[in-house]
C-alpha cells in the first residue's frame, strides 16, 4: 500500500460521498490526522468533509469524543469498545452522516502479547445508528503501520457504507 492508493481511495470515497449528499468526519489517534489529511488533500472535499478529530490521549477520547471513562480503564484504547464509542461520538459532534474512528499501537513500542506492535481496531458510525467494528494487525514499521491504518480506514467505509 502506497500513499498513491490512499489518494486514490481519497478520490473515491469523495465522489461516493458526493453523489450521495452524505457528510464524513474521522476520529484518528494512532493514525494522527493521516485520514484528514489524505481526505482534504482533494480538491472540493470541503463537499463532503466538515471536520476531523485527532484524539490521541485518553482525556480527548472523554472530552471531544464522549468515551466513557469506565470504557477506557476497563477495555483500553486499542479495542473495539472504544472505537464504536469514538466513532458514535465524532458523528454526533460533527453532525455528520458517517464516521470512522481508529485507535491502534504503531509502535516501535507499547505493544503486550495481546495486543501486539501493529493491532488497530476500527469503528464506523453511519446516520441509522448502525456501528460498525474491525481489527486489523499490521505488519510494518510505525509509518507503514500507520497508512496501512489508513488505507483501511477508508477501504472499509467505502466497501461497507458507500458501495451500494
Known sequence: MT???????SIDVGAALK???????????????????????IA?????????????SNTAKRELLDVAEST??????????????MARGARYAAGADLA????GIAGPDGGSEEKP??????????????IYACK??????????RLQAAVFSLQTLY????KK
Open 136 to 145: 486489523e494487525v499490521f505488519a510494518g514499521d510505525r509509518d507503514a503501520v
Open 19 to 41: 453523489s450521495k449528499g452524505l457528510w464524513l468526519t474521522c476520529a484518528e489517534s494512532c493514525t494522527g490526522g493521516w485520514v484528514a489529511k489524505a481526505i482534504t488533500d
Open 100 to 103: 470512522l474512528s481508529i485507535s
Open 44 to 56: 472540493g472535499s470541503s463537499a463532503w468533509f466538515d471536520r476531523g478529530f485527532v484524539t490521541y
Open 3 to 9: 500513499e498513491n492508493d490512499l489518494r486514490q481511495l
Open 117 to 130: 506492535v501493529g493491532t488497530v481496531w476500527f469503528g464506523f458510525a453511519d446516520e441509522n445508528g448502525r
Open 159 to 162: 466497501n461497507e457504507f458507500l
Open 72 to 85: 477506557l480503564s476497563q477495555h483500553g484504547a486499542v479495542s473495539e469498545q472504544v472505537v464504536r464509542e
